[in-house]
């Protein structure tokens, strides 16, 4: 049991380690950032209270590629990273240590790791310690990209003082086509007919989402007001 918790908490502790430590100029409080992942925890519940009417009204099939879209992008997707985002922009947002934009992505991912770690645990337990080690490689990496891609347009909002509702749109939609798009190749690949390495879709999806992140924590590195050197990468 010990050894499936450890396993199912690892890969979202260290990305959190991994993007604390970016935060080369003005890092956050300790504090702030465990308030930051158990928002994200708290996010899965409104997953669920969203879902649970969005199920009911909206019927897709298992086995229809069209539906399959739909569950992928609205059901799945949308609802999970809306359920971030409303903890990213309307309770982080205002924070007085949201100071640079490089704070956008530290706490959209914390928050990303928190609904990560949860789930993690969730799936760790219920499939075993193969699905968290084929996890540890894909899905929580894949809400690390999801959370930098919402935090960089964030960060963008807060400090760009013009097109804040463009940005924050941004922050939710973004993150929101990475993500239906990493799930969606995945779920057509469990349909009987389909041709089984569609599943390489997802991974090209992780792949172009983990190099638009590196991307993104560079530029919101090199224009913290904080800067005094030109060494960060």
């Known amino acids: 049991m010990l050894t499936l918790l450890s396993l199912a908490l ?9 993007i604390y430590l970016k935060d080369h100029h003005e890092r956050e409080p300790v504090h702030l950032l465990i308030l930051c ?10 997953t669920l209270l969203i879902s649970l009417p969005v199920n009911f009204v909206i019927i897709t099939a298992p086995d229809d590629v069209v539906d399959q879209f739909i569950n992928a992008f609205f059901k799945v997707a949308l609802v999970e990273e809306f359920s971030k985002f409303v903890f990213v922009r309307f309770l982080l947002f205002g924070n007085v240590h949201f100071n640079e934009p490089f704070d956008g992505i530290v706490y959209a991912v914390m928050v990303s790791m928190g609904f990560a770690t949860l789930e993690n ?10 699905s968290g080690v084929l996890r540890m490689f894909t899905a929580v990496p894949a809400h690390a990209v999801f959370g930098i891609i919402m935090g960089y347009y964030v960060g ?21 086509l990475f993500h239906g798009a ?23 999806a992780l792949i172009v989402g983990l190099i638009l992140s590196r991307k993104a924590i560079q530029i919101h590195q090199h224009s913290s007001p904080f800067r005094k050197d030109t060494t960060d990468l």
Request: with cysteine; hydrophobic share 55%; glycine share 10%.
């Open 10 to 18: 690892a890969p979202g502790t260290a990305i959190a380690l991994y």
């Open 37 to 46: 992942f158990l928002y994200g925890c708290l996010s899965t519940a409104v």
């Open 121 to 130: 645990i969730v799936y760790v337990y219920q499939l075993g310690f193969m």
């Open 156 to 176: 963008k909002a807060k400090f760009t003082h013009r097109n804040v509702f463009m940005y924050s749109a941004l922050g939710l939609l973004a993150p929101a």
């Open 182 to 204: 990493y799930d969606y190749f995945l779920f057509i690949a469990e349909i009987k007919g389909v041709y089984a390495g569609i599943w390489i879709g997802s991974i090209v």
